[in-house]
Protein backbone atom coordinates (compact mmCIF):
# COMPACT_ATOMS: atom_id res chain seq x y z
CA UNK A 1 0.00 0.00 0.00
CA UNK A 2 1.75 3.17 -1.13
CA UNK A 3 0.53 6.31 1.26
CA UNK A 4 1.10 9.88 0.42
CA UNK A 5 2.76 12.15 2.39
CA UNK A 6 0.36 13.82 4.85
CA UNK A 7 1.15 17.66 5.94
CA UNK A 8 -0.92 19.33 8.82
CA UNK A 9 -3.49 21.26 7.62
CA UNK A 10 -2.02 24.64 8.12
CA UNK A 11 1.53 23.79 7.20
CA UNK A 12 3.68 26.71 5.49
CA UNK A 13 3.41 30.70 6.18
CA UNK A 14 0.49 31.07 3.58
CA UNK A 15 -1.94 27.97 4.77
CA UNK A 16 -1.38 29.43 8.12
CA UNK A 17 -2.57 32.51 6.97
CA UNK A 18 -5.79 30.90 5.52
CA UNK A 19 -6.51 28.52 8.73
CA UNK A 20 -6.36 31.53 11.06
CA UNK A 21 -8.50 33.54 8.65
CA UNK A 22 -11.08 30.85 7.71
CA UNK A 23 -13.18 31.40 10.79
CA UNK A 24 -13.69 34.69 10.44
CA UNK A 25 -14.08 34.73 6.86
CA UNK A 26 -16.69 32.10 7.23
CA UNK A 27 -18.16 34.66 9.76
CA UNK A 28 -18.47 37.40 7.86
CA UNK A 29 -19.65 35.42 4.84
CA UNK A 30 -22.81 34.29 6.70
CA UNK A 31 -23.55 37.64 8.38
CA UNK A 32 -23.43 38.93 4.86
CA UNK A 33 -26.40 36.58 3.53
CA UNK A 34 -28.29 37.26 6.24
CA UNK A 35 -28.01 41.29 6.29
CA UNK A 36 -28.93 40.43 2.55
CA UNK A 37 -31.76 37.85 3.03
CA UNK A 38 -33.25 40.50 6.06
CA UNK A 39 -33.51 43.14 3.54
CA UNK A 40 -34.83 41.14 1.03
CA UNK A 41 -37.65 39.80 3.22
CA UNK A 42 -38.38 43.45 5.14
CA UNK A 43 -41.73 44.95 3.78
CA UNK A 44 -41.63 48.52 1.59
CA UNK A 45 -43.13 50.82 3.03
CA UNK A 46 -46.61 51.64 1.26
CA UNK A 47 -46.71 55.91 0.37
CA UNK A 48 -50.34 55.47 0.40
CA UNK A 49 -50.65 53.88 4.03
CA UNK A 50 -50.85 56.93 6.74
CA UNK A 51 -47.53 57.02 8.42
CA UNK A 52 -46.73 57.88 11.94
CA UNK A 53 -44.76 61.13 12.89
CA UNK A 54 -42.65 61.00 15.91
CA UNK A 55 -43.45 63.78 18.62
CA UNK A 56 -41.78 63.58 22.03
CA UNK A 57 -42.29 60.36 23.55
CA UNK A 58 -45.47 59.74 21.14
CA UNK A 59 -46.19 57.97 17.83
CA UNK A 60 -49.05 60.46 16.08
CA UNK A 61 -50.94 59.75 13.28
CA UNK A 62 -53.99 62.56 12.05
CA UNK A 63 -56.77 62.37 9.96
CA UNK A 64 -59.72 64.46 9.11
CA UNK A 65 -62.98 64.20 10.16
CA UNK A 66 -65.66 64.43 12.98
CA UNK A 67 -63.67 64.18 16.42
CA UNK A 68 -66.34 61.68 17.75
CA UNK A 69 -66.76 59.90 15.00
CA UNK A 70 -63.20 58.79 14.69
CA UNK A 71 -63.16 58.44 18.75
CA UNK A 72 -65.80 55.59 17.88
CA UNK A 73 -63.97 54.03 15.10
CA UNK A 74 -61.28 53.68 17.25
CA UNK A 75 -62.96 52.03 19.47
CA UNK A 76 -64.45 50.29 16.98
CA UNK A 77 -60.91 49.02 16.18
CA UNK A 78 -60.11 47.85 19.95
CA UNK A 79 -63.17 45.44 20.17
CA UNK A 80 -62.45 44.04 16.49
CA UNK A 81 -58.95 42.76 17.90
CA UNK A 82 -61.40 40.90 20.79
CA UNK A 83 -60.67 43.41 23.63
CA UNK A 84 -62.81 46.23 25.09
CA UNK A 85 -62.18 49.69 26.61
CA UNK A 86 -61.54 49.29 29.87
CA UNK A 87 -61.63 52.85 30.88
CA UNK A 88 -61.52 56.28 29.11
CA UNK A 89 -59.60 59.07 30.42
CA UNK A 90 -61.39 62.18 29.27
CA UNK A 91 -58.25 64.52 28.98
CA UNK A 92 -60.22 67.64 27.75
CA UNK A 93 -62.84 67.74 30.78
CA UNK A 94 -60.23 67.34 33.41
CA UNK A 95 -57.80 69.78 32.04
CA UNK A 96 -61.31 72.23 31.45
CA UNK A 97 -62.49 71.24 35.21
CA UNK A 98 -59.00 72.20 36.31
CA UNK A 99 -57.67 75.18 34.33
CA UNK A 100 -58.37 78.03 37.50
CA UNK A 101 -56.83 75.88 39.65
CA UNK A 102 -53.38 75.30 37.88
CA UNK A 103 -53.48 78.72 36.24
CA UNK A 104 -54.42 77.95 32.96
CA UNK A 105 -54.54 80.61 30.17
CA UNK A 106 -55.27 78.41 26.81
CA UNK A 107 -57.71 75.97 26.31
CA UNK A 108 -55.24 73.41 24.12
CA UNK A 109 -57.92 70.75 23.11
CA UNK A 110 -61.35 70.42 21.71
CA UNK A 111 -61.81 67.16 22.51
CA UNK A 112 -59.30 64.77 24.05
CA UNK A 113 -60.20 61.32 25.68
CA UNK A 114 -57.24 58.19 26.04
CA UNK A 115 -58.58 55.19 25.77
CA UNK A 116 -57.16 52.53 27.90
CA UNK A 117 -57.91 48.36 27.44
CA UNK A 118 -55.34 45.46 27.70
CA UNK A 119 -54.67 42.22 25.91
CA UNK A 120 -54.00 39.18 28.27
CA UNK A 121 -51.54 36.78 25.92
CA UNK A 122 -49.61 39.70 25.04
CA UNK A 123 -49.49 41.23 28.65
CA UNK A 124 -48.69 37.75 29.84
CA UNK A 125 -45.27 37.22 27.38
CA UNK A 126 -44.38 41.08 28.94
CA UNK A 127 -44.48 40.03 32.69
CA UNK A 128 -43.44 36.46 31.84
CA UNK A 129 -39.96 38.01 30.32
CA UNK A 130 -40.33 40.96 32.72
CA UNK A 131 -42.50 40.93 35.77
CA UNK A 132 -42.12 44.81 36.40
CA UNK A 133 -43.22 45.35 32.20
CA UNK A 134 -46.59 45.25 34.37
CA UNK A 135 -46.92 48.97 34.02
CA UNK A 136 -47.02 48.78 30.36
CA UNK A 137 -50.65 47.79 30.44
CA UNK A 138 -52.89 49.25 30.04
CA UNK A 139 -52.28 50.14 27.18
CA UNK A 140 -53.33 53.61 26.10
CA UNK A 141 -54.14 55.43 22.61
CA UNK A 142 -55.07 58.54 23.00
CA UNK A 143 -57.65 60.49 20.82
CA UNK A 144 -58.03 64.65 20.59
CA UNK A 145 -58.72 67.75 18.53
CA UNK A 146 -56.13 70.89 18.90
CA UNK A 147 -59.02 74.08 19.50
CA UNK A 148 -57.30 75.63 16.53
CA UNK A 149 -57.87 72.79 14.44
CA UNK A 150 -61.17 71.18 15.06
CA UNK A 151 -61.10 69.12 12.09
CA UNK A 152 -57.61 67.57 12.28
CA UNK A 153 -58.02 64.33 14.77
CA UNK A 154 -54.91 62.90 16.83
CA UNK A 155 -54.62 59.12 17.11
CA UNK A 156 -51.56 58.83 19.34
CA UNK A 157 -49.89 55.93 21.69
CA UNK A 158 -46.55 55.93 23.62
CA UNK A 159 -43.23 55.57 22.09
CA UNK A 160 -42.27 52.00 22.52
CA UNK A 161 -39.18 50.27 24.05
CA UNK A 162 -38.23 48.21 20.91
CA UNK A 163 -35.14 46.92 23.27
CA UNK A 164 -37.73 45.16 24.90
CA UNK A 165 -38.82 41.87 22.04
CA UNK A 166 -42.11 41.36 23.97
CA UNK A 167 -43.35 44.76 23.54
CA UNK A 168 -42.88 44.20 19.50
CA UNK A 169 -46.59 42.63 19.43
CA UNK A 170 -47.96 45.15 21.69
CA UNK A 171 -46.40 48.07 19.28
CA UNK A 172 -47.52 46.09 16.51
CA UNK A 173 -51.05 46.16 17.43
CA UNK A 174 -51.24 49.50 18.46
CA UNK A 175 -50.12 50.62 15.40
CA UNK A 176 -52.47 47.76 13.25
CA UNK A 177 -55.80 49.29 15.42
CA UNK A 178 -54.64 53.36 14.79
CA UNK A 179 -54.70 51.99 11.15
CA UNK A 180 -57.76 50.19 10.91
CA UNK A 181 -59.71 53.12 12.37
CA UNK A 182 -58.24 55.78 10.20
CA UNK A 183 -58.12 54.19 6.76
Sequence with gaps: ????????????????RLCILRPAATLF??????LSASAQTEPAIDPARPQAEII??????STEGEYHNVREDVVDAIQS?????????H????????????GAIKRVYAFADTLL?????????LTLAHPHSLVLCPYAISV???????????ISFRKPDLHIP??????QLLEDIVLEAIE
Design 91 to 102: AAAMLERTAEAV
Design 166 to 171: QYAPVH
Design 117 to 125: FCKADLTYQ
Design 1 to 16: MIHAPTQPPCAGLFSR
Design 29 to 34: IFWVTA
Design 144 to 154: YSLRDDEDTIY
Design 56 to 61: GGAWVY
Design 81 to 89: YGMVVSYTA
